[in-house]
């Protein structure tokens, strides 16, 4: 199995920017599904983004127009970029692997432990 590690999270303005990394112990394109999810306090995790080995995309309404989920399967990384953050945004953020997907997004067989983002307006 594949492992994942993810980092760039942190403390941002509303308006600002980050860019979360995932970085996999294996090759990222074997993955039929990479994506991310997140989680906010006493809410429920939930499907932020994801990529599938063809190159399909999807994102949460929520997101769309201003996150970017990218992969750069020679370093085995997974990227989602952040713009224009919302303080509505605040959570911790998961990298997840799987064999398919579940509506939208991936159906995880790995996950990552997560990476805080926090925005204050």
């Known amino acids: 199995q594949v492992q994942l590690v993810e980092s760039g999270g942190g403390s941002v303005q509303a308006g600002g920017s980050l860019r979360l990394s995932c970085a996999a112990s294996s090759y990222t394109g074997s993955r039929y599904c990479m994506g991310w999810f997140r989680q906010a306090p006493g809410k429920e995790r939930e499907g932020v983004a994801r990529l599938t080995m063809y190159g399909s995309v999807a994102y949460a309404e929520s997101v769309k127009g201003r996150f970017t989920i990218s992969q750069d399967n020679r370093k085995n990384t997974l990227y989602l970029q952040m713009d224009s953050l919302k303080p509505v945004d605040t959570a911790m953020y998961y990298c997840?692997?799987?064999?398919?997907?579940?509506?939208?997004?991936?159906?995880?067989?790995?996950w990552g432990r997560g990476t805080q983002v926090t925005v204050s307006s």
């Open positions: 997840a692997a799987g064999a398919g997907t579940t509506g939208a997004f991936c159906a995880p067989d790995q």
